[in-house]
Structures are given as C-alpha cells and as structure tokens.
C-alpha cells in the first residue's frame, strides 16, 4: 500500500533493528516477502539506502536464530536476497504460494529493458510490449522459479500456517 512495498532506507534500518532484537533474544523469524527490491534513484542514494541495506544484509547475515522465508506475492532482485530468500541465508525453509514470483526484476521493467529497439521498430510498440509481457509472464510461476530462486517448496497458503508451527516444533531450542 506504500510505495508498493520497495525496500527504502527506512524500511532497511527498521527491519535490521528487528532481525537484531529478536536474534539477541532468540525468537526465531518468519519472513513474509513481497516486494519489487530497493529503492532506486537520486532520493535513495540521498537518503543512505546503500548504508542502511548493507546494515539489513548484515544483520540477517549475522543473526543465529531459525529462520524460515514465505514468498506470498512477489520478490524481486537484491531485495528478494536481502529479505532471506531462497537459499541466501541458509533458512531452515524458504516456502512460496503457488501464484507468486521470483525474478531479477519484474517482468515489464525487463521488457522494456531488453526489447526497447524491438518494440520501438513495431507497427504497434504498446501492443508489442503487451504481447512481450503476456508471453514471460506465462513462464512465471512459483512451480518454475522453486528452484532457481532456492524455494523448498510451494504450498497453499491455507497450509502455510501449519507448516510453519511444525517446522518451529523440530528447531531445536523453539519447541
């Protein structure tokens, strides 16, 4: 609902500063990611978003805690790996649901990046460009992306809540 939930500087430093209180307290952490990565732009360079997201990656880098990684909706780029996703930090399980994404970057940002000349030169560029997303995005799903992106797998998400108490009941020291 803000900003489509991109991963700005305070965002980093709010999320670094819980993933260091519940490590130094021993809660184990349930990520729910959805979220198109960082932030770009001259305001996010202003506003220290590349000190603030390399404090996030620390803290997640650093914590001992349990770990386990929900993908619901979208996770895209260094933010999906700064948020514990896929493998990046070894999570005891890194789940998604079955209509979520994982990619670089999403699919109409690297349409427009990779095929600008070619749908420049279409008699139609907009009808193109419609045709280059529907075609990649018929490739995007959670079933494809579980193992490039390091899911372990995919479940409905009815059944994430049960899955996640059984996880935490076979981590050691969370019983």
């Known amino acids: 609902m803000v900003r489509a939930g991109v ?13 260091s209180l519940c490590d130094a307290y021993g809660i184990p952490l349930v990520v729910l990611i959805d979220l198109p990565g960082f932030g770009v732009g001259s305001e996010a360079e202003r506003s220290g978003l590349a000190r603030r997201s390399g404090k996030l990656i620390y803290e997640f880098g650093v914590a001992t805690v349990p770990r386990m990684t929900v ?10 790996a700064a948020m514990s996703g896929g493998r990046t930090y070894h999570p005891e399980l890194c789940v998604a649901w ?3 994404e994982t990619a670089v970057m999403p699919v109409e940002t690297a349409v427009q990046v990779a095929y600008r000349r070619e749908m420049a030169a279409a008699p139609d560029p907009e009808a193109r460009r419609a045709e280059l997303i529907a075609k990649f995005k018929a490739q995007l799903d959670a079933f494809r992306n579980a193992e490039a ?10 059944e994430t809540r049960s899955l996640l108490a059984c996880m935490r009941r076979t981590l050691p020291g969370t019983g």
């Open 98 to 100: 079955p209509h979520a």
């Open 71 to 80: 993908v619901v909706r979208k996770g895209y780029g260094g933010g999906y």
């Open 7 to 19: 991963l700005d500087s305070a965002a980093c430093e709010k999320t670094a500063r819980f993933v």
């Open 149 to 158: 992106f390091g899911v372990d797998a995919v479940v409905a998400p009815n």
